[in-house]
């Protein structure tokens, strides 16, 4: 079925350990990005992109790294895990920029990745 | 400043009746989308109904209805014949047109709705 993929579901990590969380989509969108999740936040922007190549930060984007090099991938990367980035991190993707589309083109979102870090 | 502002942590219902999830928000666009997401206990996020800044109607996607009053900056859920399966959490979501179609979504914190049986 053609939607977002995040890769782990689950994971735990020890202080200071780095990883890679995975995002895929297969529905050609342009845009993509992450969030992490924490009781009483929301969601939080944490990084992202409007295509290939091209980047931008979010809300909380400390201690995350991404790139775009292809339009179906967007990877996240942890540098160096910290306690504080215990969460649960969702990518979500959409093909129109555009609000007044996002009726017919609106955010899709992975399953999301539930990241402890100890 | 927090953009969207979701002011009921929690709420409870009866089945069947209805309920209002209330959201405001804040943007000096004129050109903007505002979205309701629904999070199950499952943990995923399912897109409810959105609403254009320019739309002159009030949105509706079956059961759920948004009360959109421009002037007051709200963007109220209406959730009718509440059922025990609308237990979730649901966020309100803001995504601003500035001209450059780059600009992300912006969730506020959540209202935590529990239908009573």
């Not at chain 2, 009866?14 to 209330?22: F, G, I, N, P, S």
């Not at chain 2, 025990?84 to 047109?97: T, V």
Request: hydrophobic fraction near 30%; proline fraction near 4%.
């Amino acid at each position: 079925n053609a939607g977002v993929t995040q890769t782990p579901k689950f994971q735990v990590l020890k202080t200071g350990q780095s990883m890679t969380l995975q995002c895929a989509q297969d529905m050609n969108h342009e845009y993509m990005s992450w969030y992490r999740q924490d009781p009483g936040m929301g969601l939080r922007l944490i990084h992202y992109s409007v295509g290939a190549g091209i980047t931008d930060q979010g809300e909380v984007p400390n201690g995350y790294n991404v790139s775009r090099s292809t339009t179906e991938d967007f990877p996240l990367r942890l540098l160096s895990a910290a306690p504080s980035q215990t969460s649960v991190y969702f990518c979500a993707s959409s093909y129109s920029l555009l609000p007044r589309d996002a009726a017919n083109y609106g955010y899709t979102f992975g399953s999301g990745t539930r990241l402890t870090v100890v | 400043a927090q953009k969207i502002t979701q002011t009921q942590p929690g709420m409870f219902v009866q089945e069947k009746e209805a309920v209002t999830l209330d959201c405001t928000y804040d943007t000096s666009d004129q050109s903007y989308g505002l979205f309701w997401y629904k999070q199950p206990s499952s943990g995923e996020m399912i897109f409810l109904i959105y609403q254009g800044s320019y739309d002159e109607q009030n949105a509706t996607e079956g059961r759920y209805s948004l009360n959109f009053q421009k002037a007051r900056k709200s963007a109220n859920l209406v959730i009718s014949a509440s059922q025990l399966g609308d237990s979730a959490m649901y966020f309100c979501a803001m995504r601003e047109d500035q001209g450059i179609p780059n600009t992300p979504l912006v969730f506020g914190k959540g209202t935590r709705l529990s239908v009573i049986a």
